[in-house]
């Protein structure tokens, strides 16, 4: 397994090429980067943009880790406005569009919510509802996907929403696409249930893992800390994703970042990766 960091767990501002070097430096394989609304890699990013990442990536030695966004709390495929459902498809194939121009086997997706308790105002939609839309989205986007070449991997987060691998699974299944899979993330189902048990289920489906590591008893997003510190059992998700031959990266996304010395946490992530993974020759 390859050795990613997200570029959401540098500080807030740190630019790619400074996220690239520092991701570099710290001993990382490669870097997860996000398509964001503006910026320097934004909705309206074009050939030259890109281009310049995939040549500032080349130039530090470093791969691209996946392609995620934040894009999708602010545009729901699952929203009761008609115009959101649409804006978030959009962004869906302008993710796809890059990805496939950075060089990204999957992008990370979340297919709308339910809830979100960490959004206020969030809208609540009909359990039901919020399926079939989903599902109409996903599936409208499965021949983007086909075309480009790029797996729409649907991560399990705090969406009230596929609350668990079993539906998950029906869920991917139910568009017949191996381009359609999960962007597991370990951490996310820690106050709910256990991780190596969701790898096993959704097995060959895993296109992408995040790392993070959660703490029960602190509860809330208070209860993400630092790996190792948290309640994660990593030698069984380790144990886990070699049973079903996962063998592609597995991303740190460290929420939050350090308040001081924030590049800290990206040595620290770096260091403790390797002891998860047993990479003894770092």
């Known amino acids: 397994m390859k050795k990613g960091i997200n570029i959401w767990s540098f500080k807030e501002g740190t630019s790619i090429a400074d996220a690239i070097a520092l991701a570099k430096k710290a001993g990382f394989d490669g870097i997860e980067l996000s398509l964001n609304e503006s910026g320097e890699l934004g909705l309206d990013a074009g050939d030259k943009e890109i281009l310049a990442v995939r040549s500032r990536l080349e130039d530090a030695g470093l791969e691209i880790a996946g392609l995620a966004t934040g894009l999708y709390w602010s545009y729901a495929m699952t929203s009761e406005d008609s115009g959101m459902r649409s804006k978030a498809v959009d962004v869906c194939k302008k993710q ?158 460290m929420i939050p970042p350090y308040t001081h010395h924030a590049e800290q946490i990206i040595y620290n992530t770096s260091g403790a990766m390797d002891a998860i993974l047993g990479r003894t020759d770092r």
């Open 96 to 253: 796809l569009e890059v990805a496939a121009a950075l060089g990204v086997d999957a992008i990370l997706v979340i297919p709308g919510a339910v809830g979100v308790d960490f959004i206020p105002g969030a809208e609540v939609v009909p359990y039901d509802k919020a399926y079939d839309r989903a599902l109409e989205a996903i599936g409208s986007l499965v021949p983007h996907a086909e075309s480009a070449g790029v797996s729409i991997a649907i991560e399990n987060v705090w969406n009230k929403f596929l609350l668990s691998p079993l539906e998950l699974r029906t869920f991917i299944d139910a568009h017949g696409s191996r381009y359609v899979g999960s962007y597991f993330d370990v951490g996310n189902v820690v106050h709910s249930g256990y991780p190596e048990h969701w790898i096993r289920i959704l097995g060959d489906r895993i296109k992408k893992v995040h790392f993070k590591d959660y703490r029960r008893q602190a509860g809330g997003l208070h209860g993400f800390v630092d790996l190792l510190a948290g309640d994660v059992d990593y030698p069984a998700v380790v144990s886990a994703l070699k049973e079903i031959g996962y063998d592609n990266y597995v991303t740190a996304e």
